[in-house]
């Protein structure tokens, strides 16, 4: 007599079982990585904010030391204050640009108030009231 070949492989049961299993994770681990990418926005966007910031205080500190008239906070926010030329991006839009004393529109880039030396994001994430 013959021997009988014997198929193994997955029964319909084991393998429902295991895409239910996956599911299950899928659910869990969705959630959590969409809350570790808003956390790393937001972290990307105080790193940027504090470079900013930084190039701020060091040209300050150049005019009070080249005997400028009127010292302060300079004027404008240009690529030759980083060490990159560029100005750094804002991580929500992928802006460098700079508006000068506007309002907040959300269109991307910074804002940067000279009279006070501030510099706070225009991006549209809500998130980044934690400036």
Known sequence: MEGRKHEQGFTLIELVVV??????????????FE????????????GSLDTIRGAIS???SKNLLNGLA???????????MFSNNAVPKEPHSGSGSVV???????????I???????????????AYTAY
């Open 19 to 32: 895409i239910l299993i996956l599911g299950i994770l899928a659910a869990i681990a969705v959630p959590k």
């Open 35 to 46: 809350d570790i990418r808003g956390q790393a926005r937001i972290s990307a966007l105080r």
């Open 58 to 60: 060091i040209q300050t």
């Open 70 to 80: 009127a010292p302060g906070y300079p004027t404008t926010i240009d690529a030759s």
């Open 100 to 110: 000068y004393s506007g309002a907040y529109t959300g269109a991307g880039g910074w």
């Open 112 to 126: 940067y108030y000279a009279s006070v030396g501030r510099v706070i994001p225009n991006g549209g994430a809500a």
